[in-house]
């Protein structure tokens, strides 16, 4: 018994299938890629050599229209072979009675297809399928994706162009986010300033939205970079990100909200983490909150130190330190990785740069010239955003904005919170006398 086995796949839609799917024997595997000359060819070997089954994964794969399928199916059952479609419901029995042929058994297992119940499943998968090429070649051209264009540009005849009047509007809320951290308050800020009235969900959609980071993102959440104008550079695109996942992680802001001071606090005399107590006097509304040595061994014991006033000389520090600490030069950085990635971009760039060549002398056609130049691309935007997201290049924009006391004190203590945790490792209290105290930082890195 001789079987054999026929793949077609369409570059724009899949890449290539392995030819060992079958999971059992085949004696030989035609493929195509884009059109169907093997399966002429397979036809033509089926003259002179009988095959007994032909496997395929689905029925459409032998042609582009019903009438080209119908005529070589004809031709393949005039010449005695029986297909077989193994992800089609029809063939299951079929697949079984192969899967456990014997070549002695005298009942060969007979299996007949019935087109006319197929037809419009193949018809149906037939139009889907010139809708998805209809959009991968767009996509391979790198077009917009059909649609408005987003709120800050307009359609040009091939790409987004920025929209002079609204993309400053965007521009804004994406610095008023950057500024504070906060969404609700960029989205109410857009509306005080311009009178532009945008949910918190589309401010987040904005947020993350690659078309402002000047890259297109397609359906199957492929992205290619450097599409049309920026309005967001690469570094702004990575803090927002960051932002954006501290933000998530962030409590809502009630009164149980933990202090932005808890657990960095130790005391140095007693090597202690020092605890927040809350103090309301009696009648009064107000409350203070005072830093104390939990279960202090000292004689007398270390007195405790209002938590406004520790906070207030910690932000004052934080902005003097910071831009210092970053800009030590034994900082642990990524720069071998950030260098390799960089490297890599710069290849592939570089093969970008000789597909017009390749084409121009025929060694490769216009179709896979576009294939290889958005596959390429695509990985471009992979390393690029895996090069925004290295922390070290960040951190020195990040000193730098965090570095204005005003910036500390519009957060909310919450918020405060993270952002200590991002850079300070420990604060550590000393004590002069009685009176005095004096804070150090300690940054994580
Ligand atoms: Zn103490």
Redesign the pocket.
């Known amino acids: 018994m001789r079987i054999i086995a026929y793949i077609y796949s369409d570059p724009l839609l899949e890449s290539a299938p392995s030819t060992d799917i079958w999971g059992l024997e085949i004696d030989r595997v035609y493929q195509d890629l884009g059109d169907h000359q093997q399966l002429e060819q397979l036809i033509a070997d089926c003259t002179i050599e009988k095959a007994n089954y032909l496997l395929v994964r689905r029925l459409e794969e032998l042609g582009d229209n019903i009438e080209m399928i119908s005529d070589r199916l004809g031709k393949l059952e005039a010449l005695g072979i029986e297909i077989i479609a193994t992800e089609q419901d029809y063939s299951s029995v079929g697949w079984q009675q192969l899967s456990n042929y014997a070549p002695h058994d005298s009942t060969e297992p007979h299996l007949k297809l019935n087109l006319s119940k197929l037809l419009q499943q193949i018809q149906t998968n037939k139009q889907r399928t010139r809708l998805k090429q209809g959009h991968a070649r767009n996509r391979l051209k790198i077009l917009p994706p059909p649609g408005k264009a987003p709120y800050g540009y307009r359609r040009g005849q091939d790409k987004y162009i920025i929209d002079k009047s609204t993309a400053p509007v965007v521009k804004d809320f994406f610095e008023r986010f950057l500024l504070f951290g906060s969404l609700r308050g960029a989205v109410k800020y857009l509306e005080k300033r311009y009178g532009k009235k945008i949910s918190p969900s589309t401010g987040r959609n904005w947020l993350t939205n690659p078309v402002y980071r000047g890259c297109l993102k397609y359906k199957n959440n492929e992205i290619i970079s450097h599409t049309h104008a920026e309005i967001i550079n690469p570094e702004e695109a990575a803090q927002i990100d960051r932002l954006l996942r501290r933000n998530s992680r962030l409590p809502t802001r009630t009164a149980s909200a933990p202090r932005s001071l808890a657990g960095l606090v130790i005391?140095q005399?007693?090597q202690?983490t020092m605890n927040i107590t809350r103090v309301t006097q009696h009648q009064k509304k107000a409350e203070y909150l005072y830093l104390r040595?939990h279960k202090?061994p000292?004689q007398p014991k270390?007195r405790a130190i209002a938590y406004a006033q520790v906070l207030e000389r910690i932000i004052d520090k934080i902005c003097v330190e910071l831009p210092q600490a970053v800009a030590q030069p034994n900082l642990p950085d990524n720069s071998t990785i950030k260098a390799k990635l960089k490297q890599e971009v710069t290849q592939k760039q570089a093969v970008i740069n000789q597909l017009p060549t390749l084409l121009q002398q025929g060694i490769l056609d216009r179709e896979t010239v576009e294939l290889r130049n958005y596959n390429l691309r695509t990985e471009i935007s992979e390393l690029e955003n895996k090069i925004a997201q290295l922390p070290p290049g960040n951190l020195q924009a990040i000193a730098q904005a965090v570095s204005l006391p005003q910036f500390w004190l519009d957060l909310s203590e919450a918020e405060r919170r993270f952002y200590f945790r991002e850079f300070i490792k420990q604060i550590k209290i000393t004590r002069n006398n009685s009176q005095a105290w004096d804070l150090k930082l300690v940054f994580i890195f």
Do not use: T
Request: glycine fraction near 0%; charged fraction near 0%; include cysteine.
């Open positions: 005391c005399q007693c202690l040595c202090c000292q270390c």
